[in-house]
């Protein structure tokens, strides 16, 4: 059976306080249900942490990301990274195929790095 909030249309918006520093936003599915949630938070310089908070699918993360991307393009961010522990192994390989990665290590910790510029981002 395909799973629903693979197949069914998704809108992303802004949810929460918004501050020059933190945005949230949810991914709702056709029928109004929350099926997503994610945070960006800003680290230092022009560098934001994603959290993905709430990411059922692959599907529902990418375009969860790709919200995000635009918020910390209009902070000014020019630089995201999402700890990979937190996510599923198919987002980690999704965003690898689909974004210019880098890998950074901290301790034992694994977080992926990218540029949130549209041209860094197919």
């Known amino acids: 059976m395909p799973d629903p909030a693979a197949t069914d249309p998704l809108s992303v918006r802004r949810s929460g306080p918004e501050t020059l520093d933190r945005a949230e936003v ?3 599915d056709a029928i109004g249900a929350v099926v997503g949630r994610a945070a960006l938070s800003r680290l230092y310089g022009s560098r934001a942490a994603l959290e993905l908070e709430l990411a059922p699918t692959t599907t529902v993360a990418l375009a969860l990301v790709g919200s995000m ?3 910390a393009l209009a902070r000014g961010l020019g630089r ?3 700890d990979a522990s937190g996510a599923s192994p198919g987002v ?7 974004r210019p990665v880098t890998d950074e290590r901290r301790g034992h910790r694994l977080h992926l790095t990218w540029p949130t510029t549209p041209r860094g981002n197919p």
């Open 26 to 28: 949810v991914a709702i």
């Open 69 to 71: 991307e635009r918020e």
């Open 80 to 82: 995201l990274e999402l």
């Open 92 to 98: 980690v390989a999704a965003l690898r195929r689909r």
